[in-house]
Nanobody
Framework: QVQLVESGGGLVQPGGSLRLSCVASGFVVRVKNMGWYRRAPGKQREFVAA???????KYADSVQGRFAISRDDAKNTVYLQMNSLNLEDTAVYYC??????WGQGTQVTVSS
């Protein structure tokens, strides 16, 4: 059974950092194109970052240079390192394997 479990969200001040984790089970993250998306209050879910099976990465313009997606094969986990957070980064962040499997999400709140 495919399962994705996100963690690492929380409350952070503007300019702060967080690292989100997505632990996968039921499949191997190395052989999937993995991604992070987010849904801000009152908005649709949007793309944040992705990492391919060849470790190519792609980012939304709004997070380019601030966020970094990575993968730990030994832990079957995908990470999203988020730096220089701003108020507009407040959202629920979701992990996906791009096969219609999603985690439950983890809340990130940026507030002073």
């Amino acid at each position: 059974q495919v399962q994705l479990v996100e963690s690492g969200g929380g409350l952070v001040q503007p300019g702060g950092s967080l690292r989100l984790s997505c632990v996968a089970s039921g499949f191997v993250v190395r052989v999937k194109n993995m991604g992070w998306y987010r849904r801000a209050p009152g908005k649709q879910r949007e793309f944040v970052a992705a990492i391919s099976t060849l470790d190519n990465t792609k980012y939304a313009d709004s997070v380019q240079g601030r966020f970094a997606i990575s993968r730990d094969d030994a832990k079957n986990t995908v990470y999203l390192q988020m730096n220089s957070l701003n108020l507009e980064d407040t959202a629920v962040y979701y992990c996906t394997n791009h096969e219609n499997n999603w985690g439950q999400g983890t809340q990130v709140t940026v507030s002073s």
